[in-house]
């Protein structure tokens, strides 16, 4: 489970991006985490795996992300909007990275490999920004730890890919895990979330399941309830 008490963070006194945030995220759900631009959604995932440090109350599994406990560590996995891309292979890459989680699996990261249709041998430096991103996620599902964080995944990807994407995430899910996407582009979410959980400046303003979302909006369509909550549509109370 993950849960935040009045977590607030800024990268200094005059630039507070995210203030008081108190979230409930129970395990066994993938959960789409939704926002405008500049929000704070990538500053939210880098806190839950322990990426930066915040103020308040947060905990991951249990786990404070802050201490960055080994014991932690091998249970979470963040995939960033612009992570560094490393001057070596995906094969030479996954035989370090299978060292460093104990839950690692070689035939999720084969499977995963063959869907996307990724070179092993050529440098990751001199791939496309979509295979680049298509390798990393496949790493990341590969760890299979219990929390995942993906953040803008689908960033670079063609339509085929995004739906490979979506087979692969849903494929590698069970009830024993807790993944988060954050994303601006809603429609690459369409049948693979859950959850939808809207961000906004002054805080959290919806963490609602699908089914909710149809009893309470009408509607099902994320982009619709997205549209809903960002304009006010709303009262913040009451969501």
């Not at 760890?143 to 990807?157: H, V």
């Not at 994320?222 to 549509?233: A, D, G, P, S």
Request: net charge negative; proline share 3%; with cysteine.
């Amino acid at each position: 489970m993950i849960q935040t008490n009045n977590l607030s963070f800024g990268y200094n006194k005059s630039q507070t991006v995210l203030r008081d945030i108190c979230l409930t995220l129970p395990e066994g759900h993938i959960y789409g985490l939704l926002g405008r631009n500049g929000v704070g959604k990538s500053t939210f995932l880098k806190l839950l795996s322990g990426t930066l440090i915040g103020k308040g109350e947060y905990s991951v599994g249990g786990f404070d992300p802050r201490e960055r406990e080994a014991v932690f560590l091998d249970q979470i996995r963040l995939v960033p909007e612009n992570e560094a891309i490393l001057n070596t292979t995906l094969q030479e890459l996954t035989e370090v990275i299978s060292l460093l989680y104990p839950t690692y699996s070689q035939e999720i990261f084969r499977n995963a490999v063959s869907e996307f249709d990724i070179p092993l041998t050529v440098k990751l430096t001199q791939l496309s920004l979509g295979q680049q991103k298509k390798a990393l996620i496949a790493l990341s599902l590969a760890c299979n730890t219990p929390y995942l964080f993906l953040d803008e995944p689908t960033n670079g990807m063609d339509i085929p890919s995004k739906r490979t994407f979506r087979k692969l995430v849903a494929s590698n899910f069970d009830e024993s895990k807790t993944i988060v996407i954050s994303t601006h582009q809603v429609d690459d979410l369409e049948g693979l979330i859950d959850w939808v959980v809207i961000m906004e400046n002054d805080g959290i303003r919806l963490s609602s399941s699908l089914e909710e979302l149809g009893e309470r909006f009408g509607t099902e369509d994320i982009k619709e309830v997205f549209c809903q909550v960002v304009e006010n549509k709303e009262d913040k109370e009451n969501i």
